[in-house]
Structures are given as structure tokens and as C-alpha cells.
């Protein structure tokens, strides 16, 4: 596969009540409450760039705790912070030789970060797979009590906290899985991460990049078929049993493909984003998968017919207002998917989080750049004039 090629040029193979607490949960998970009360945009809102470190790639991943606290990561080895709902960021680890591809925090002070490992990227060192803060991002250190086989490497990572427990409660249920290429394992804990379990998940699937679990027992994985992407099919798989069984509940037809990040934005309506590695001129069209059952079937829906176009993040606020990252910018829906429209915010988003505040939320994408989508008004920043690269998926 071609490194440090230019984005543009890559040719690789019944209402609820809403309690304070449910609320504060939500914030806490980063994503969308599954309610049967959708979320709805502040006044005014839209996609308004943050003042970070200039970034020549992909970033890969941000997690809010709450209005004023949130951590972001990139390749670099960086961890940034910031106090202030994104107005100002404070870099709280550089440390070259790891690939941070993944952050989810248990609560402000408590989180875990994911590095994709050697062998993938050229001039990554750093074999460790996860890495645990509980001083609010002072001090990273590496997870040593994780049984089994070593993992490879981390793409994502998932925070849940149960219905009615605490915030920073020890039943909270958190995922960490990779790798993109494979191999495919699963790290869970059901304790805060107190303690793990390892699971090899090639038996279900190649590779792995996102993650997501609704309760303990109920979870999607996304990724490919094989971990050669020339014969890979885009896969996702189910559980309902807490990881023990998986079922293959969405395989695409095509070859060069893998599930690249997911998002629910009710507990039935849920988005995956297909990546196309094909080198074919005409395999053009680029899709999407959605569900409305939960996750039990998957139907394709068409983004756009363009070859120069590769998927990465997606996001949905509620089940039809919702974005796609790309190498060509992002992609807006108002409808659930039927119609998409070019949106400004920012490059090669590859992960969203959705905040909610009452019956609004105000969202945050990472890629190229970093940007909020919100109401409020914040200072201008200039866009950068450099080329994106990416090195790899």
C-alpha cells in the first residue's frame, strides 16, 4: 500500500422523560441518547473550526466528558486537552513512536487510550496496545493487567455506563478492539477496567475498526473479511451474549472493502461508513449501511459516485440529521440518508461525538482539523493552506 500519498490521490486495494442523570450519562458515552426524543441542533448551529496544532494527516479520535472537558489524539504520540469546550487545548502527552488511534474517558479523570502498534505505520515503535489515565490526562501509563496473547494494536474504543450506575461507577462496560489489516482481537472489561478479558475474534471477522456495545451483553463490530484488503468484504457482526457468540449480520459483495467506524443514533437506527480500496475506473459509486432494527439486518444506501472518494468518521445526532467524513470533505443529511449535500467541516473527519444538552447537543469532529458543531459563537480560525496527507486507511 502507498504511504504518505495525498488524500485526493489514493488508490489503495412514545416520548421519554429525560432525568439529569440519563443525560448526564449520555454526555459521558459521546454519543446520542437512544430516546424516543430526538436531539435537535442549537440555534444557529454549525461546523466551526478549533484552534489545535497543525496536523499534515489524519486525526484519529476525540471524547467530550462534558461541555468543558474533552482529550484528542493523533499519530504523532500527542494527547491534547482542553478545559474549555475546545476553545484552547493544552498538549498533556508527546510521545513519538506511538500511534494514537482511539480515546474514551470512563469520567474526567479516568480514561483509556488506544495505539494502532508496530508493523502497520513506518515509524511506529511502541508495541503497547492501551494506555490508562486516572489523573485527568497528567499521566499516561500502559495497561499491564490484560491477560492472554499480546494484541496488536487498538483502533477503537467504547465507554459504557450501565442504566443507573454512577458516572465513574466500577460496573462501567468498555471495549477496546482492532486491528484495521488485522489481527482482529477484542480487549473488555466489565469493571472499569479493573479487569479484562482478551478474546481472538478472527474465527468472526479479519480485522476490526470500531466498536460499539449498548449493554453488557448486546454489542457491533466493524471491519473486514480478510485481513489481505485486496479480498476483504466490508463485515459487520452482532452479539448478544456479551462476546461469547458473534453472527455476521452484514457482508458487502465487493472486494477491496471493510467497514471503516459506525454510528447509532437511536438504539434502532444506526450508520456505517464502506470504505472501496478498488482500483478499478469503474468502481465509482461509494456506500453506506444503515440499520433501523438494531443492528439485526443492514441495507446499503449511495453517498456519492465518485472514485476520488474515501469514507472515514460518521455521525448521526438523531436518526436523520447525521455526517460523513471524507478525502473531499464532508457530507450532510437531513433525511436519514436519502439526500447528502457537501458540507464545510474540515478533511478526512474520521470520528464524530455527539454531546447531548437537553433536548439539543452540540457535536465535535477530528480529522485534518478539529471542529464543533454549535450555536455559540467562537473566534475565527484560518483554515490551513497544506496538502492532507494519509498513509494509510
Excluded at 478474546?199 to 454489542?219: E, R, Y
Aim: charged fraction near 20%; aromatic fraction near 10%.
Amino acid at each position: 500500500m502507498p504511504n504518505d500519498v495525498p488524500f485526493s490521490r489514493i488508490a489503495m486495494p412514545a416520548r421519554k422523560t429525560l432525568s439529569w442523570a440519563v443525560l448526564a450519562l449520555a454526555c459521558l458515552h459521546g454519543s446520542a441518547i437512544a430516546s424516543d426524543a430526538p436531539l435537535t441542533p442549537q440555534a444557529g448551529s454549525h461546523w466551526q473550526k478549533l484552534p489545535t496544532e497543525p496536523y499534515k494527516g489524519k486525526q484519529d479520535d476525540i471524547y467530550f466528558v462534558n461541555k468543558d472537558v474533552g482529550f484528542y489524539v493523533n499519530g504523532k504520540g500527542n494527547i491534547w486537552r482542553s478545559t474549555d469546550g475546545g476553545r484552547s487545548w493544552q498538549n498533556v502527552l508527546k510521545q513519538p513512536g506511538t500511534y494514537f488511534r482511539a480515546i474514551g474517558m470512563v469520567d474526567a479523570q479516568h480514561g483509556f487510550a488506544g495505539n494502532i502498534g508496530t508493523g502497520y505505520y513506518p515509524g511506529v515503535t511502541d508495541s503497547t496496545p492501551l494506555y490508562e489515565t486516572t489523573d485527568g490526562g497528567e499521566h499516561w501509563h500502559a495497561v499491564t493487567n490484560i491477560p492472554g496473547p499480546a494484541m496488536q494494536g487498538v483502533c477503537g474504543i467504547d465507554i459504557l455506563h450501565p442504566d443507573g450506575a454512577a458516572l465513574s461507577d466500577s460496573s462501567t462496560v468498555i471495549h477496546a478492539a482492532g486491528r484495521v489489516m488485522g489481527p482482529a482481537r477484542l480487549l473488555s472489561s466489565l469493571d472499569g477496567g479493573k479487569t479484562w478479558t482478551n478474546t481472538d475474534m478472527t474465527p468472526w471477522i479479519a480485522m476490526i475498526v470500531d466498536v460499539k456495545f449498548f449493554d453488557s451483553k448486546n454489542g457491533v463490530i466493524y471491519g473486514g473479511s480478510d485481513a489481505d484488503l485486496a479480498k476483504s468484504h466490508a463485515v459487520i457482526i452482532t452479539t448478544h451474549d456479551g462476546g461469547a457468540h458473534w453472527t455476521r449480520v452484514y457482508e458487502s459483495k465487493r472486494q477491496s472493502e471493510l467497514i471503516w467506524k459506525g454510528s447509532f443514533a437511536t438504539r434502532r437506527v444506526g450508520y456505517a461508513t464502506i470504505q472501496n480500496y478498488d482500483t478499478d475506473v469503474k468502481a465509482t459509486q461509494r456506500w453506506l449501511a444503515k440499520t433501523t432494527d438494531g443492528g439485526k439486518t443492514w441495507k446499503e444506501l449511495p453517498l456519492v459516485d465518485d472514485k476520488e472518494v474515501t469514507e472515514f468518521g460518521v455521525g448521526f445526532a438523531n436518526a436523520d440529521l447525521g455526517w460523513v467524513g471524507t478525502t473531499k470533505g464532508g457530507f450532510e443529511t437531513t433525511d436519514g440518508g436519502a439526500h447528502w449535500a457537501h458540507v464545510d467541516m474540515g478533511r478526512v473527519i474520521n470520528k464524530f461525538r455527539i454531546l447531548p444538552d437537553g433536548q439539543h447537543f452540540t457535536a465535535y469532529a477530528i480529522g485534518s482539523d478539529v471542529y464543533k458543531y454549535t450555536g455559540e459563537a467562537l473566534p475565527a480560525v484560518p483554515e490551513a493552506a497544506a496538502t492532507v496527507k494519509v498513509d494509510k486507511p
